[in-house]
């Protein structure tokens, strides 16, 4: 429905309904097989990789089913008016929509209710038009029908005879099979029922009435079609020809203005329909009650989670108006946010090639009667969320974040429920039965409650009931003994008049039930973006420039809003706002500075400010609590006053001006409607038309267009959906042109879609990451671990997922000897494992295309580790030895995760998919995968995401095991290679350590096995001393993550050993990540000599044992060396929790706080040798306490006096405990202690004026030392005392033994 233009008085903007529509048989055509059923046969056949030869047209005769159960084409008869420009009937989606499944005949021995249902047409622009149904059947009247209905009779029953010939089995099973899987009838019914006789059997076959209008009026719009039908059933004439009611509903029934309510006439009673106002919730008609009972509150609220995260979302039923109130349903609550991809809420049989479709979609399919879940093959299930809407049931994708605070959300829901007497766990039986009554024409008019459409004597009884067996044996009884049907009714009329009061109070139930369940979620989205505005970034000037730079602009802090956030929203939050409904919205609310707001975020920005005036959110601001709706009475209240009081009538429907003698009537049969006085509407300007003139009316007008219509500029529209197409590709398909050619063409459309979303998503990636590594290269921390990583990582998983399903061979099992349907359903792990099967088979003849032998490179030290060999089984075995792991499509998320960890993930697929025979044998032609440009251009923008470090493996899979490997890396050159004595080794990381392991006497390597340690941070290494050459000077230690292949460098370059260095049998060493460069370069970084300081190498741990050959820096490098250390610390504290790096590492690290202390300590340090003994600042520590402890202290007044005695107790208790600890940690290690512990118990700022100020410090240092210098002793004293606000937690390796 886009167009331009205001139109004039009395256009069809302003109008109830757009079209009227008769669809059903062409009786001069004939009996057609449904060409869309034998193109479903085509896309089937094409679906499991047979050649569509097969599928000829005989597959469309279906010979196989008995005739009356075919679908036969149907037909638009006749649609009033001919065309509205700003809404062109669209005559092929009509009525594919209106009959989805053709047309269908019964006899009179078969069920021949009405049956109403309605549909949506969403158009490419996403603006929507709504159907509403009457299906009923008509006595075929042409001979030359019925007699092609027996003939094709005889034809099926010589092809049954024939076939039953062939097998020897019983006819009676052949019979059986012929018909439906799902008919569950007994074979004694099969046999009668199964057969249509010319000159016994009366034909009828399916008709429908339809309105189509731009508003959802579902209640409105079904009562005028009950009345309708009830016209042309009923034993009398109705009161005016039929052509009057409906050029009434479709020329002269406006729309009610928005915040009013409208009464109309139908046939034989009024009809009333009511329109939200500007600040209300939106209009929704489809009642929720039936979407409660239907699903079940706690189904319900997973689906929604599903849709708000914009999963593919599959509803499943055999009523077609089931399928439309859940979508229907489900797509209000999600207010203020509207769905932006494909909805198709009733997926007609010709379109099944859709669920093909690698995008995210809501779709409605009709389940056949009795067919169950597990024969229906879809290509996708990874990220598919399936709602079997008849038998309570959800499948919920893996792994999909949780509604915030959902329990106390469903808890709200419940009290709401509970109100109004429906039970919260869903009531299927009940609506389950409702829903077969209300296809009854009894119940359709009972439950039409409000102004009950024909009074109680019209109704006959026996035709009403007439589809029950109990009740037609009644009347056989009853008319053997002479007593008429319809006397029955008389007695019930007293009843009926309280039944119709009753009917009345229901309806208002469901409008008032509908409108308080839809203000508790718009509630919950009002109290989680109550502050989202101050996190829009308007960069823009105008419109234009925006439009132009969309692609490129960020309009969302994203980072910032997450970060204000409660801390159990965060996983559902930070998905939700990379989807593209949030996307939607905030592109709204950017345009909104340049013109009118889009109504959805008028209303919701209104209630923003209505809560910030009530209650003043700040302090609450980031508190998880749960705030309940407080507006439910006065929703239901304005619901309740437009119903009781009603603001305007339309014109009654009144004689027109037709031809005579046309428009006879005949009971049961829908007569010819005369096109030239429904062509078009009155020419005068009647009494609604003229009046809507005023402003006032052209401003509801106006806010009609925007509201619903999206009647808007067509370059802003076409702007606006370049703009909104980014991120998602095919908006809605296209329903009229079926032919293989544009299912062609729309599956390029995927294919491109797909690999724009896969160059964004890239590029994404690569700007949050490198964006966070620029701004902390200053500490070493060079990656996020955060949240943000995480749900990015997500998306790229399912990216991956819908395109290893577009074009999938469904038939395709994933491997013969598993048996079953694939329990996962992942189609990228499907190709994996047939991957392996064949490669597993070739193995004994070569290895793996890409591997990479195991040898060593020997290095100048003699030793180095073992090059890792890339392979994609090795990787894929991995995944396979996870027990933690039980599906499928967990199994291909976590290879995806090592692989992106490995930075092999593009060399990976490259080499799956170089397995061409495979990839033809799993996909169809117009698969994305068998596109080679864009499969080539999809891999390099993978390969892209080796520029950064991803541990979105270790991360995640925090409890399996993982081997490791360890080398200990000597210094040849100056001291032996291997130590007599006992060494030991201890690996500490971010999840744990692996405690004391014994080194192997001879040996520098090891291997181990133990629960992931996540990044690894410290190494602690010893000996025991013992043997003859016990001293041993080590480069560095190396260990591995042999699954990862992540390997730390622990810089050591110090002696281990009694008399030699500083005494130590044991150091902690720090590690850093070594970049996955080339072994010969892992090789230099091994051999670099200890005297020269390498910047990727970390701090020698001391200055002095290196005797002087460095440089040594000036006071003022020193001053800034410890800024920036503590800086360093402040900022790992101001990151959320779970984006922090390692603590260690800007502790004693390269740059740590340790080191910079080490060097404000050795500053002015007299000479290091004394008499050829070296002198360490642990000793002048020493000499400080030996002071502390035997002298008194004086103070300038009594408490400063009582402060300073309890620094010096602390730090003499601390640097006792050290000393007595056991362990053999040599002098420096014992001063990294010290300031470790000092750090964490905020005592460093209380230590160093008693250090400056004690009498060995003259002895022991110069006299322009820094420690000397009072300015420089305050500003160190005022810096360090910036980081007693943060409550620092040690790793255990730091301070083991200790006891303070």
């Not at 005949?105 to 158009?123: C, E, M, W, Y």
């Not at 009530?614 to 119903?643: D, F, G, M």
């Not at 520029?947 to 490997?965: E, G, K, L, Q, W």
């Amino acid at each position: 429905m886009s167009g331009s233009g205001a139109p004039g008085p009395g256009a069809a903007p302003c109008r109830f309904a757009h079209y009227f529509v008769l669809c059903g048989i062409d009786a001069e055509s004939g009996l057609e097989p449904d060409e869309l059923a034998v193109l479903y046969k085509w896309l089937q056949a094409d679906l499991h990789g047979k050649s569509s030869d097969t599928a000829d047209k005989t597959s469309g005769e279906n010979f196989d089913q008995s005739p009356l159960r075919r679908t036969f084409k149907s037909k638009v008869l006749a649609h009033y008016p001919q065309n509205i420009e700003w809404n062109p009937f669209d005559q092929d989606a009509v009525n594919m929509l209106c009959m989805p499944k053709g047309l269908s005949f019964r006899t009179q021995a078969d069920n021949r209710d009405p049956q109403l249902h309605s549909f949506i047409i969403t158009r490419e622009d996403g603006s929507r038009t709504y159907g509403f149904v009457l299906t009923f059947y008509e006595e075929v009247t042409s001979k030359q029908i019925c007699t092609a209905m027996q003939t094709l009779y005889q034809m099926h029953n010589a092809e049954q005879y024939s076939s039953v010939c062939a097998s020897s089995s019983c006819s009676m099973d052949s019979l059986a099979s012929s018909i439906d899987e799902g008919d569950a009838t007994s074979l004694a019914k099969l046999q009668r029922y199964n057969s249509y006789d010319i000159s016994r059997d009366t034909l009828y076959v399916s008709k429908c009435i339809c309105l189509i209008t731009p508003l959802p009026f579902m209640q409105a719009c079904k009562k005028f079609l009950i009345q309708l039908y009830k016209a042309v059933t009923s034993q009398q004439p109705p009161p005016l020809p039929l052509e009057s009611y409906i050029h009434n509903i479709l020329y002269e029934v406006p729309l009610p203005p928005p915040g009013r309510s409208l009464k109309f006439y139908g046939v034989y009673e009024p009809i009333i329909c009511q329109r939200p106002g500007p600040n209300e919730l939106p209009l929704s008609d489809y009642p929720l009650r039936e979407v409660f009972e239907l699903l079940g509150l706690e189904n319900l609220v997973q689906v929604f989670t599903c849709v708000l995260l914009e999963m593919q979302i599959l509803l499943y039923s055999q009523d077609y108006q089931r399928l439309m109130t859940v979508a229907e349903g489900i797509t209000t609550l999600l207010f203020p946010f509207q769905w932006q991809h494909v909805y198709v809420p009733i997926l007609p049989a010709s379109l099944l090639h859709f669920l093909d479709a690698p995008v995210p979609y809501l779709m409605g399919l009709q389940s056949k009667e009795g067919t169950d879940r597990s024969k229906l093959e879809l290509p996708q299930e990874a990220n598919l969320c399936f709602v079997d809407i008849d038998n309570h049931f959800i499948e919920l994708p893996e792994e999909f974040p949780q509604f915030p605070n959902k329990l106390e959300f469903i808890q709200e829901i419940s009290e709401v429920l509970l109100q109004f007497g429906i039970p919260p766990e869903g009531n299927l039986h009940c609506s389950d039965s409702a829903t077969k009554l209300k296809n009854l024409v009894l119940s359709d008019l009972v439950n039409d409650k409000k102004n009950g459409n024909i009074p109680s004597n019209a109704l006959n009884m026996y035709e009403l009931l007439k589809g029950n067996e109990t009740i037609a044996r009644l009347q056989a009884l009853a008319k053997r003994t002479g007593v008429t049907m319809e006397k029955i009714t008389t007695p019930l009329t007293e009843k009926e008049k309280d039944g119709k009061l009753s009917c009345e109070e229901l309806e208002l139930r469901d409008y008032k039930l509908n409108v308080q369940l839809r203000e508790v979620f718009a509630n919950r989205f009002t109290q989680m973006f109550a502050d989202y505005e101050a996190f829009v970034i308007q960069a823009a000037p105008d419109m234009e420039s925006w439009l132009t730079n969309r692609e490129q602009m960020q309009n969302f802090d994203k980072a910032s809003f997450l970060s204000d956030q409660p801390e159990p929203y965060l996983p559902f939050l930070s998905h939700f706002i990379e989807t593209q409904m949030f996307a939607t919205f905030i592109d709204n609310k950017i345009i909104s500075q340049w013109e009118e707001k889009d109504p959805f975020l008028r209303v919701f920005d209104s209630r923003i400010e209505k809560i910030k005036l009530y209650n003043v959110r700040a302090p609450a601001l980031r508190t998880s609590n749960y705030q309940k709706c407080s507006t439910l009475k006065e929703a239901a209240q304005s619901i309740e006053q437009r119903l009781m009081k009603i603001d305007h009538t339309a014109i009654h429907p009144h004689l027109l001006d037709m031809k005579i003698g046309q428009g006879k009537y005949e009971q049961g049969f829908f007569p010819k409607l005369q096109s030239d006085v429904l062509a078009t509407g009155p020419t005068n300007n009647n009494r609604w038309a003229s009046r809507s003139t005023t402003t006032q009316r052209r401003k509801d007008r106006l806010r009609q267009h925007s509201e619903h219509i999206g009647l808007d500029n067509d370059l802003r529209e076409k702007y606006m959906q370049e703009a909104r197409s980014l991120g998602k590709n095919l908006r809605q398909p296209k329903l009229s042109d079926l032919s293989p050619a544009v299912i062609a063409q729309t599956n390029w459309k995927f294919v491109e879609g797909l690999l724009k979303e896969c160059r964004m998503k890239t590029k994404r990636m690569l700007v949050e990451k490198m964006g966070h590594e620029a701004v902390e290269l200053g500490h070493g921390e060079a990656n996020i671990t955060g949240l943000e990583e995480n749900t990015l990582i997500a998306s790229l998983c399912d990216l991956l997922e819908r395109i290893w399903s577009h074009g999938l061979q469904v038939k395709q099992k994933e491997n013969p000897e598993r048996g079953q349907r694939n329990k996962g359903k992942s189609a990228l792990w499907s190709h994996l494992l047939q991957y392996q099967e064949r490669e597993e088979k070739q193995e004994h003849s070569a290895e793996s295309p890409v591997g990479v032998g195991t040898e060593r490179r020997k290095s100048d030290t003699g030793i180095t580790l073992p090059t890792l060999r890339v392979s994609l089984i090795q990787d894929m075995r991995h995944v396979q030895n996870m027990s933690e792991i039980k599906t499928d499509v967990g199994r291909a998320r976590a290879w995806i995760r090592l692989s992106l960890e490995k930075k092999l993930l593009s060399q990976h697929l490259k080499q799956l998919l170089s397995n061409q025979a495979l990839a033809k044998k799993l996909y169809k032609r117009y698969a994305f995968l068998r596109c080679e440009e864009e499969r080539e251009q999809f891999l390099y923008h993978l390969l892209s995401l080796n520029a950064v470090d991803y541990f979105c493996f270790t991360s995640v899979f925090t409890t399996i095991m993982i081997p490791y490997r360890s080398v200990i890396i000597p210094i040849k050159k100056l001291s032996n290679a291997i130590t007599t004595s006992n060494p030991w080794i201890c690996v500490s990381g971010e999840l744990g350590d692996t405690g004391v392991m014994q080194i192997p006497k001879n040996h520098l390597e090891m291997t181990f096995e133990c629960q992931n340690l996540g990044k690894l941070t410290t190494v602690q290494i010893g000996h025991d001393n013992s043997g003859l050459l016990a001293k041993w000077l080590v480069d560095c230690v190396m260990v591995r993550n042999e699954i990862t292949g992540h390997t730390y460098k622990f810089p050591c370059g110090r002696w281990l050993g009694k008399g030699v260095d500083d005494g130590s049998l044991e150091r902690i060493l720090i590690g850093e990540l070594v970049s996955s460069t080339s072994d010969e370069e892992l090789g230099k970084q091994c051999r670099t000599p200890p005297q020269q300081k390498s910047p990727t190498v970390a701090r020698r741990l001391s200055i002095t044992s290196l005797t002087g050959r460095n440089t040594k820096p000036n006071a003022g490098q020193i001053q800034e060396g410890i800024g920036e250390a503590v800086n360093n610390i402040v900022k790992h504290f101001h990151k959320p929790e779970k984006e922090r790096g390692s603590l260690t590492i800007l502790l004693c690290g390269e740059n740590g706080l340790v080191a910079a202390l080490e060097q404000v300590f050795h500053h002015g340090f007299k000479s290091a040798r004394i008499f050829h003994k070296n002198v360490f600042i642990w000793d002048f520590i020493e000499k400080a306490v030996a002071y502390l402890e035997t002298s008194d202290q004086i103070g300038d007044n009594e408490e400063a006096l009582l402060l300073q005695r309890s620094s010096c107790k602390t730090f003499c208790h601390y640097v006792n405990a050290i000393n007595t600890a056991p362990r053999n940690i040599g002098k420096d290690g014992k001063f990294q202690i010290l300031v470790c512990l000092g750090t964490r118990d905020h005592l460093l700022s209380q230590w160093i004026p008693l250090l400056a100020e004690c009498p060995p410090i003259t002895r022991m240092y110069e006299e322009n030392a820094l420690l000397r210098d009072r300015m420089t002793v305050n500003s160190l004293i005022r810096v360090l005392q910036t980081l007693q606000d943060f409550n620092i937690i040690l790793e255990g390796s730091l301070i083991k033994g200790v006891d303070v």
